[in-house]
C-alpha cells in the first residue's frame, strides 16, 4: 500500500482553490447524504452540497472528479500511542501521522504512554512542536492523569489544559485508588475536562495474558477475567455520580460493562465509553495457536462479549471507535505469548474494519461514519468532523465497496503488528486531504 510522496514539505505550500465533483456527500453531524460537491479555498470549506457542480467554476480552480466515491470528513481518532518521545524505534509521530493519513485520518490524540510520560507542560509543548515540525495530519495530547503515570498523585489539569492538552488519561494503567480517581474526577469539573479511564481491577486480572475461560484454560495461560472490567466500570461510574466529573471510559469489551455504561446515559450522568475494531471484528480465537499479533489488553473476548459490542455500536451505547493504534517492533512481539507486549497497530485499518459493520448490516453507514467524525471531535471539543461552510478543510475520499486484502507490510507505520494481515475488506481510503491539502492518495494500482 502506498508508497506516498506527503512529507512535511506538503503544510509548507499554500492550498489552492479545489472542486470534488461528483461524490457522495457524508455529513454524519447534519445527516447528509446526497451526490454533490465540495470546494475548498485554502484552509477552509467556502461550498458544499447538492447545486455544487462543474458548470461555472473558474477555470483556475483546481477540478477532482469524485464519481462512485464517497467524500466524508476526515476521521477523528481519539486514542493513539505515537511513542515518541522515549520509544522512537516502534514509532514516532511523524510515521504515525502518515499511517494516520493512509487510513483517512486527518486528527488524532495521542496518548500520554510515553517516556518520559507526558505530565507537565513542556512535554505537551514537545508533542506540540514535534507535530508541527514532522506531523502531515493534526496530533493533540492527552496528557496523564497522575504523575508518572503511576496512579497517585494529581497532575496539574489546569496547567495541562491551558498548555493544549485535550484530554487526561493514565493510558493503559488503570488507577487503582478509587480516592485517587475520585479526586480526579472532582478536580476535574473545575476545568471540563475530560478523564479517560483504563478500566480494569488488577487484583482479578492479575498477571493474566488473555481473556479467562474455556480458550486460556486449553493453552495453558492466565486468563483475565471480564469481571475484572465490569467492576472497575461500575466503580468509575459510581465515582463520575459523586463528583459529576465528565468520565469516559476506554476501549470497552464485555457486555457487562457496556450495559453499565447504557444504565449510566440512561439516568443521564456524564458518562461517555469508546471501543477498537478489534473488539468487534475478532474475538478470543484469533489468538489460535499463540499468536502474539492478537495480544491486546483488555483482552479479545468471547464470541457473545463480541456480539454485544456490536449491539452497543449499533443502539448508542457507544460513543466513538478509536484505533487504539500500539505499535511494537518485532522484539517487543516476537517472544513467547506470556512475554510478548500487549497492542495491535490500528490507524490504516480502523476505517475498513468500522465499515465491515456496515456492509454486514449491523450499522448504517452515517451511523458508523459518526463514531469516526463528529463525536470523537465533540467529546474532545474539537473543530473537526464536519462538512460545513468555514470549517476546516479536513476530508476523506473513500470507495465504499472497493475490496482489498489487509498487508501489514504494506503499512506506513514503522510496526507491523497486526492480527488482520490478509484479512479480505471492503472499502478503501483513496484519498486524505488536511487543511486544503492531499496528504495521501491512492495510486491507481492500489499502492
Known sequence: MADFVADISIKKTRPGRVAYLNARLLDPASGLDVTGGVITEGETIVDLGPSVSGDGLAEDIERVDCSGLCLAPGLVDNRAHLREPGFEHKETIATGSRSAAVGGVTTMACMPSTEPPIDDVSLVHFIERRARETAIVKVHPIAALTKGRRGEQLTEIGLLQEAGAIAFSDGMNSIMNAMVLRRALSYSTVFNALIIHHAEDLNLSGGGQMNSGETSTRLGLAGMAAASESIMAARDVRLAEMTGGRLHLAHLTTAESLDIVRRAKARGLNVTCDTAPHYFALNETAIGDYRTFAKVRPPLRDETDRQAVVAALADGTVDTVVS????????????????????????????????????????????????????????????????????????????????????????????????????????????????????????????
Do not use: Y
Open 324 to 447: 487504539d493504534h500500539a505499535p511494537h517492533d518485532q522484539d517487543s512481539k516476537r517472544q513467547p505469548f506470556a512475554q510478548a507486549a500487549f497492542g495491535i497497530v490500528g490507524l490504516e485499518t480502523l476505517l475498513p474494519l468500522t465499515l465491515e459493520q456496515v456492509h454486514n448490516r449491523h450499522v448504517g453507514l452515517l451511523e458508523a461514519l459518526a463514531l469516526l467524525t463528529h463525536k470523537p471531535a465533540d467529546l474532545m471539543g474539537l473543530n473537526a468532523g464536519r462538512l460545513e461552510t468555514g470549517r476546516p478543510a479536513d476530508l476523506c475520499l473513500f470507495d465504499l465497496d472497493r475490496p482489498w486484502q489487509i498487508d501489514r507490510r504494506a503499512f506506513q507505520s514503522k510496526s507491523k503488528n497486526s492480527p488482520f494481515d490478509d484479512r479480505p475488506v471492503q472499502g478503501r481510503t483513496v484519498r486524505t486531504v488536511m487543511n486544503g491539502r492531499t496528504v495521501f492518495q491512492l495510486s491507481a494500482d492500489g499502492t
